[in-house]
């Protein structure tokens, strides 16, 4: 997994908790932003099934926020995530670009983990 997301100003630190686990239904994606003393992190949450996703909330293609314009960003069947700006598309597994202006561009993954009370997490490092 690429570690693009820690270039980031204000990327939060590895362990900071964001929502419990529950809070989020299969199916659903959640944005959220981090807040810290260094500044603003958009974050977007994916549940496929029991597995958590996670990106920077910023499309490649003009780093606004996927979720800009609507929070409809999921697809009926849950493999591609749409920026509501410009209908760029990626695979919600991988976070590449896989239509319109999202080609050639990727999502920054974020890892995320479930800690020993339920809650999502930023992990600790990414899975290989």
């Not at 849950?78 to 050639?104: K, M, P, W, Y």
Request: proline share 6%.
């Amino acid at each position: 997994m690429s570690e693009a997301w820690q270039q980031y100003r204000s990327a939060p630190a590895r362990g900071t908790r964001l929502i419990p686990f529950t809070e989020l239904a299969a199916g659903e994606t959640r944005t959220l932003t981090l807040q810290s003393e260094n500044g603003s992190f958009p974050l977007l949450l994916v549940r496929l099934d029991d597995t958590v996703l996670a990106y920077v909330n910023a499309c490649p293609h003009q780093y606004l926020p996927l979720d800009q314009r609507g929070s409809r960003l999921l697809s009926q069947d849950g493999e591609q995530l749409r920026c509501t700006n410009h209908d760029a598309t990626f695979s919600v597994r991988t976070g590449e670009g896989i239509g319109g202006l999202g080609l050639g561009c990727a999502l920054d993954p974020v890892p995320v983990s479930v800690d020993d009370e339920d809650w999502l997490v930023i992990a600790e490092r990414s899975e290989p």
